[in-house]
């Protein structure tokens, strides 16, 4: 039976290669196989297409957009640390950072650290901006908005600059390496709950690593209900055999809607 097995993978297998070559060969024919021939992408096509929905949506209706906030505040960021730094930059979307940045601000965010945090950023990068920036007619627009927003907080606590640190690292290379060479993948668990102050730890430990223009897309979902991660630990490949014995699964879900391509 193993050997009929066998020789029938063989045979589909001669069958597949020229399929696949002449469907490989063109992107035009790769389109064609991912939209008639299989579903694999199918998710993939609705959920890019659906997340570039929602972006553009936002824009129409002008309405908050953190994402968009963090994107252009980086933007302005890059251009102030430029060498040599270009005396007038940012032109393009200055305008629609302090628009964004004035919409959030008039929301009430005292309960909300993360946004506050985030105005603070965009406020004390825009005020930096602006004191650098030489003068033109949507800058000087722009300027005369930005100094009219009331702000809702203390701008005591400076988000910038960001010195360089000069002084040695608390970690040294080799105990670095030494750290990451010790990683090891583990397929089985004690059965016992994951204390969430530690998940929190690793997950703020995660977000230090900046990614998309600092727009952070994603978000992290954990799960410890013994029906949901037995569930949800059977949908990736490679957890057969041991699904049952994971305490606690992170999710790590990107938001597809923080992109305007």
């Not at 890019?48 to 824009?59: E, I, N, P, S, T």
């Not at 950023?121 to 927003?149: G, M, N, P, T």
């Not at 390496?177 to 583990?186: D, P």
Request: charged share 25%; hydrophobic share 45%; proline share 5%.
């Amino acid at each position: 039976m193993t050997e009929l097995k066998l020789f029938i993978k063989s045979i589909l297998l001669m069958f597949r290669l020229p399929f696949l070559r002449l469907f490989s060969s063109t992107f035009f024919l790769s389109a064609l196989f991912y939209s008639i021939l299989s579903r694999a992408f199918w998710r993939e096509f609705n959920s890019v297409l659906m997340g570039r929905f929602l972006y553009l949506k936002r824009l129409h209706e002008k309405s908050e957009n953190l994402f968009l906030l963090r994107r252009n505040v980086h933007r302005l960021e890059k251009g102030l640390i430029m060498r040599p730094r270009k005396p007038v930059f940012g032109l393009k979307y200055i305008k629609e950072l302090v628009d964004i940045y004035e919409k959030i601000m008039i929301k009430s965010i005292e309960n909300d650290l993360l946004i506050k945090d985030q105005l603070i950023w965009a406020h004390d990068v825009l005020e930096k901006y602006f004191s650098v920036v030489k003068e033109h007619e949507i800058i000087s627009k722009c300027r005369d908005r930005f100094q009219k927003i009331n702000i809702l907080f203390d701008v005591d606590d400076k988000k910038i600059p960001f010195s360089l640190a000069t002084k040695n690292p608390p970690v040294q290379y080799d105990a670095f390496l030494k750290l990451t060479q010790s990683r090891r993948s583990v397929r089985w668990f004690l059965p016992k709950p994951v204390p969430r102050d530690l998940i929190d730890q690793a997950i703020l430990a995660a977000v230090q690593s900046p990614s998309s223009c600092n727009r952070l897309p994603y978000e992290f979902r954990v799960i410890d209900d013994e029906k949901m991660v037995s569930e949800v630990s059977k949908i990736p490949m490679g957890t057969k055999g041991f699904s049952d014995n994971i305490p606690v699964i992170i999710a790590v879900v990107g938001h597809l809607d923080a992109f305007f391509n």
